[in-house]
Structures are given as structure tokens and as C-alpha cells.
């Protein structure tokens, strides 16, 4: 099964090439549902981030708004955090890598906004980066529930350049043209993926 990461800035529109790829049978996993997941009541990391963030649980479940105003911008409180999740993470990407080889997958997309960052890029066969306009990037961010210029900007300076990220890829696909003009280049890097594989 052929590995390929995904990744990109936020606001580039992962999700929608992502999605892209799963239509073409792809096996896709997305770190930020799984994180989604472990935050709900019940949830793998209720447990352990209530030892350390207890304001940031409300209802049972982790209040992501709370936890990103006690994290974001303190580099400290952002390593605890991620000592926590990121083991929980790897174990669900296990999972699914697992269940994805049982299945008979062709590939499996691992859609991983940090992954540059966290060095994870040697894990894969092929890595992608999904890049637009940063006045594109801008505008989707900000229309966002509950987003700010102030809460944008931390998110960014978490975040490799989009520049950097575009050089380090394989492919770069890029999402601030008409949607169908994106597929089609989905389209065309599946396949050259797949076939460069075989060879």
C-alpha cells in the first residue's frame, strides 16, 4: 500500500483535496479528526488534559476555543499539550493504517498539517503540499467562526512557510483556482503517484 502524506498551511484546503482523493478510492486519514474525536465526551485525551488544563473542559468534552487561548503563543503550555495528544494520535494513525492494508487500500492518504514540522515526511512513499494565495489563505481563515487576525497570526508563526513547505514536497497542488481545475490535478498526481510506484 502506497503511504502519501498530505499536508499544507491552514486555510490552503487540505480537506477538499483530501476528500478528492478518497473519491478515487483512496484510503484517507485526517489528523485533525482524530483529534476531533479524542476531544469529545469519552474521548482518549479528556483524561489527560484535564490534569493539565482543567478550564478547558466544559460538559465532559474539551472546549477547543478555551485550550487554544490557554496554549497558543506559550511555547510551554503548547509542548505539554502536545506530549499528550501526539501519542494518542500516532496510536489512531496506527489504526487506520492497519485496517486501510486489511482492506486492500491502493494507497492511504494521510492528511497531516503539521508534518513537515514534526518530520514525519521520511514515513512516506509520495508528500503533497496544498497551497493557495496567501490573500486566498486569508480570506478562508477569517471567514471562520470565532477566528481573529490576532488568533491567525499565532496559528501561522506554529506553522512552516508555505514557501518552505512547497519546496520540500513532491507535488504541490494548488486550490485557489476553479475547483474542477483542482481535481483534475488531483487527479493527475494520483496517478502519476501510482504508476511511479509500479515502475
Known amino acids: 500500500m502506497i503511504k502519501i502524506g498530505l ?9 477538499t483535496v483530501a476528500k478528492m482523493f478518497a473519491d478515487l478510492g483512496a484510503a484517507v486519514w485526517n489528523a485533525d479528526d482524530a483529534v476531533h ?16 488544563f482543567p478550564d478547558a473542559i466544559v460538559d465532559g468534552a474539551i472546549d477547543r476555543r478555551k485550550l487554544a487561548t490557554l496554549v497558543l ?16 494520535v500516532a496510536a489512531d494513525q496506527e489504526t487506520f493504517m492497519t485496517a486501510a492494508a486489511h482492506a486492500g487500500a491502493p ?20 508528500v503533497i503540499v496544498v497551497s493557495a494565495a ?22 501561522l508563526a506554529e506553522q512552516m512557510p508555505d514557501a518552505e513547505k512547497r ?21 493527475a498526481t494520483y496517478k502519476e503517484i501510482i504508476a511511479r510506484r509500479a515502475n
Do not use: C, W
Open 7 to 15: 499536508t499544507g498551511s491552514i486555510g490552503m484546503g487540505k480537506s
Open 37 to 52: 474525536r479524542m476531544y469529545e465526551p469519552g474521548g482518549a485525551a479528556i483524561e489527560p488534559i484535564r490534569a493539565l
Open 73 to 88: 503563543g506559550a511555547p510551554g503550555e503548547l509542548q505539554k499539550l502536545e506530549a499528550v495528544v501526539h501519542p494518542l
Open 107 to 126: 494507497a492511504a492518504v494521510l492528511d497531516i498539517p503539521l508534518l513537515f514540522e514534526n518530520g514525519s515526511e521520511k514515513f512516506f512513499d509520495a
Open 134 to 155: 496567501a490573500d486566498v489563505q486569508r480570506a478562508r481563515v477569517l471567514a471562520r467562526p470565532g477566528m481573529s487576525d490576532a488568533k491567525f497570526e499565532a496559528i
Open 167 to 187: 519546496a520540500k514536497a513532491d507535488y504541490v497542488i494548488k486550490t485557489d483556482q476553479p475547483l474542477e481545475a483542482t481535481r483534475s490535478d488531483v487527479q
